[in-house]
C-alpha cells in the first residue's frame, strides 16, 4: 500500500520539514506531503483537497485536547489521524486514539521505518473499518476472529450464537453449545452470579456489567473467566445479549503463586527477625553461663568427694549444661554457632547415621533410604547436617506413634523459573535436594506456617523444647540452604532441604582435634591481655589465669586494651578476648596487637560469632572459645596456644 498524500499539521515548519525528510527515507513510494500551520488552514485545505492521513501535533495553538482531532475526523470522515505529542502528553494521545484516532506517534522516539509504518497501519485500517462498515460484515467479522469467547445470549441466558474461539478456549464447537444455556456450564458456585447479572442486564436498555465465572471445560476441568455482558435487545441487527469473555485462568494462577510466594516471603523475615532476637538472647545468656559454670566449677573443686554439698553443686552443674545446650540451640536456629564446612556427600552423611536412626526411631517404623547414585557435593559441616537429620527423624518418629515409614532421599535438582521452589529470594543454580518424609498425622497450615519458630510446639508440656525444627532451619539457613515443608493433616510430612552444589573434591575426612592436657596445668609466667565488656566473665577469666600463674593485662573494652597495650613495653604473649563488644570488637583489637614484634597468639572467645566472622576451620578451632566455658578447659587452651612454638 502507498501514501499517496499526507497532510501534516505542524506549527513548526523545521518539525515538518524533517518529518516529511524521515518519511522520505524509508518510503518506497514518493507521496505528496502537505503541511498545515494550524488547524484552521488544516480545514480549509480538506474542504478543496483529499489526503490518505493526517498527522496532528497536539500542541497546535488552535487545536486543544481532543477538540483538533473531532475537527479533522468531521471534516474528512474517510481520512485516517494520528496525533503527534510529547512523551509527557501520551495520556492524551491514548485518549484521541480511543476517540477515533488510528494510532498515535511520540516526539523524540521517532525514526523512518515506525513512522512509515504506522502511517500505512493508520490508513490501511481506517479503510479496513470503511469497507467492513459499509458491507454489514463488520460484526461478524470482529466475533469470529476474536481470541476471547465471544457470542449473543438469548433474554434467558441461551446461547444463539458462539464465535469458533470458543473450540480453543474450552474444547467445544459451536454447535455443542448453541441452544444451551449459560448457567449449563458454569461451576455451580458461580451459578447465582451468572443468573443475577444476566436479569440484571437483561433488564435496562444498554445496561452492561462484568462478573468472574468459572466455565466447564470439554476435558471437566474448570476455566476462569471476566465476562462481560452487553445489552443490544432494542437493537435489531443484533436482538439479543452480547457475551465478551477473556480466559484468566493462567492470570489467576500466577497470582496465587505471587501470594505464595509473599506469603513465603513474609515468613522468612519474621523467622529472621525472631532469629536475631535468638541471637542475641543467647549470647547475653552464655555470658551469664559462663560465669555460673565457671564458679560451681570453682566451688566444685575445693569441696571434697564426701562433702554433702557436693549433691546440690552436681544438680547445679547439670542444669547448667541443660541451659548451655538450649543456647546452642538457639544459636543454631539464629545461625550464630561456630560451624566446619567442607565439601562433602550428603549420600554419606546418610549412611554414617543410619543404623543409628534405626534405633532412634523403633522397630516398628520403616526406615527407607533412597540416595541419588550421582549426587553432587556440598560445603556443610557433616556433624551438623547429622544433627538435621536426627532432628527430623525425631520429629517424623513422634507423628507416628502407631508407626509407619520414614523415608530418606536425596536428588541433584536445578531451581530454575519451572522449580517448584522457584521463589523470589531462591537464587536459582545448582542444588543438593536432600528430602525427609514420613506418613504421620501430618500439620495443619497454622501449625506449619509456625513449625520453624523456637520454642513453638504442638506436644505437650514436658515432652519437647521446641527447637528441634529450629536448629534445623538455621543450620540448613546458615549453610547457604534453603527448606520447605509440604504436610496436611492425615497427608503426612515431607520437608525437603536444598544445599548449594559445588564443583570440587569431596575433602578429606579431618582428624578429631584431641587435646590431652597434664592433670594440673604448668604454671605460666607469660603475659596475657585479657579483654571482655562482661563484668563477671572479665573476673572469672582473670582469676582462673591469674592461678595459673601468668601476668593479666585486663581491659574493660577494646578502646581500653589498645591504650593498656601501648603502655605496655614487654612482650605481650597472648590476647584473649570477646569477639563482639562496642566501640572496638575483638578482631579490631587482634589487627592492632598484630603488628607487635613479636606478635602475640590469639584467642577469641564469644557467646555467638557474627554473620561477617571468617569461617576458616583452622583458625576457628585453634583459637576460638565458645561460651560458656569453664575454667579447666580455658586454662588448657590457653596453655596449648602458648606452648605452640
Known amino acids: ?121 493508520a490508513v490501511e485500517s481506517r479503510r479496513a473499518t470503511r469497507t467492513l462498515q459499509s458491507s454489514g460484515r463488520y460484526f461478524r467479522a470482529l466475533i469470529e476472529n476474536a481470541s476471547g469467547l465471544v457470542g449473543v445470549l438469548e433474554r434467558d441466558g441461551t446461547w444463539r450464537y458462539l464465535a469458533p474461539s470458543v473450540h480453543a478456549l474450552l474444547g467445544y464447537h459451536p454447535e455443542d453449545l448453541v441452544g444451551h444455556r449459560l448457567q449449563d456450564f458454569i461451576y455451580p458456585e458461580d451459578e ?21 465465572m468459572r466455565f466447564r471445560h470439554h476435558d471437566g476441568s474448570w476455566h476462569s473467566f471476566d465476562v462481560t455482558l452487553e445489552n443490544h435487545l432494542d437493537d435489531p441487527v443484533v436482538a439479543g445479549i452480547v457475551a465478551n469473555a477473556a480466559d484468566t485462568s493462567e492470570r489467576k494462577a500466577a497470582e496465587e503463586a505471587l501470594g505464595h510466594s509473599e506469603e513465603q516471603l513474609r515468613q522468612f523475615q519474621r523467622i529472621e527477625a525472631i532469629g536475631r532476637l535468638a541471637g542475641g538472647v543467647a549470647h547475653d545468656f552464655n555470658n551469664l553461663l559462663t560465669a555460673m559454670s565457671g564458679h560451681i566449677y570453682l566451688l566444685s573443686a575445693s569441696m571434697a568427694e564426701e562433702d554433702p554439698r557436693r549433691l546440690h553443686v552436681d544438680e547445679i552443674k547439670r542444669g547448667a549444661a541443660r541451659a548451655a545446650a538450649l543456647t546452642r540451640q538457639l544459636l543454631a536456629f539464629s545461625r550464630k554457632q561456630v560451624l566446619r564446612p567442607r565439601v562433602i556427600n550428603i549420600n554419606a552423611v546418610v549412611g554414617d547415621i543410619g543404623e543409628m536412626l534405626r534405633r532412634l526411631i523403633g522397630e516398628d517404623v520403616e526406615l527407607v533410604a533412597t540416595p541419588a547414585p550421582d549426587l553432587g557435593s556440598v560445603k556443610a559441616d557433616h556433624a551438623q547436617l547429622e544433627q538435621v537429620l536426627m532432628n527430623l527423624a525425631l520429629n517424623a518418629r513422634d507423628a507416628m506413634p502407631d508407626g509407619g ?137 582473670d582469676r582462673v589465669l591469674r592461678r595459673s600463674g601468668y601476668n593479666v593485662l585486663v581491659a574493660r573494652n577494646g578502646v581500653e586494651a589498645l591504650e593498656i597495650a601501648d603502655k605496655f613495653t614487654g612482650t605481650l604473649h597472648l590476647l584473649v578476648s570477646d569477639l563482639v563488644m562496642p566501640q572496638l570488637g575483638g578482631r579490631e583489637v587482634a589487627r592492632a596487637l598484630l603488628l607487635r614484634v613479636p606478635p602475640p597468639r590469639i584467642l577469641f572467645m564469644s557467646g555467638y560469632v557474627p554473620d561477617e566472622f571468617p569461617s576458616d576451620e583452622h583458625f576457628l578451632a585453634d583459637a576460638y572459645l565458645q561460651k560458656p566455658f569453664t575454667p579447666d578447659v580455658l586454662a588448657r587452651i590457653v596453655r596449648e596456644l602458648l606452648d605452640v612454638s
Open 192 to 212: 447465582e452470579t451468572a443468573a443475577g447479572e444476566l436479569e440484571r442486564v437483561a433488564s435496562a436498555p444498554h445496561a452492561r456489567t462484568t462478573a468472574g
Open 405 to 541: 515409614r520414614l523415608t530418606i532421599e536425596t536428588a541433584n535438582a536445578f531451581i530454575g523459573p519451572d522449580h517448584p521452589r522457584r521463589y523470589p529470594y531462591v537464587p536459582p543454580g545448582p542444588y543438593v535436594m536432600l528430602a525427609v518424609s514420613d506418613t504421620g498425622h501430618g500439620m495443619d497450615e497454622a501449625v506449619r506456617t509456625r513449625a520453624f519458630e523456637p520454642f513453638f510446639t504442638t506436644k505437650e508440656v514436658g515432652k519437647g523444647t521446641g527447637l528441634g525444627l529450629s536448629t534445623v532451619y538455621g543450620i540448613v539457613k546458615q549453610s547457604q540452604g534453603f527448606i520447605w515443608i509440604d504436610t496436611a493433616v492425615g497427608a503426612g510430612t515431607r520437608v525437603e532441604i536444598y544445599l548449594p552444589r559445588v564443583d570440587a573434591a569431596e575433602d578429606a575426612d579431618l582428624p578429631e582435634r584431641v587435646v590431652t592436657p597434664p592433670p594440673v596445668p604448668a604454671d605460666g609466667r607469660e603475659t596475657i591481655l585479657l579483654v571482655e565488656d562482661e563484668d563477671a566473665v572479665r573476673a572469672l577469666a
Open 1 to 121: 500500500m502507498s501514501l499517496e498524500r499526507i497532510l501534516l499539521v505542524l506549527p513548526d515548519a523545521r518539525e515538518a520539514r524533517d518529518f516529511a525528510a524521515m518519511l522520505a527515507e524509508v518510503s518506497a513510494r514518493k507521496g505528496e506531503i502537505v503541511r498545515a500551520g494550524s488547524l484552521a488552514e488544516a480545514e480549509a485545505m480538506l474542504l478543496q483537497q483529499r489526503f490518505d492521513v493526517a498527522v496532528l501535533d497536539l500542541d497546535t495553538p488552535d487545536a486543544p485536547g481532543l477538540l483538533g482531532v473531532a475537527v479533522l475526523a468531521e471534516s474528512a470522515p474517510d481520512m485516517a489521524i494520528v496525533p503527534l505529542a510529547r512523551p509527557a502528553r501520551e495520556v492524551d494521545a491514548l485518549k484521541a486514539a480511543k476517540a477515533g484516532a488510528s494510532d498515535y506517534l511520540l516526539k523524540g522516539q521517532l525514526f523512518g521505518t515506525l513512522v512509515d509504518r504506522t502511517l500505512r497501519y
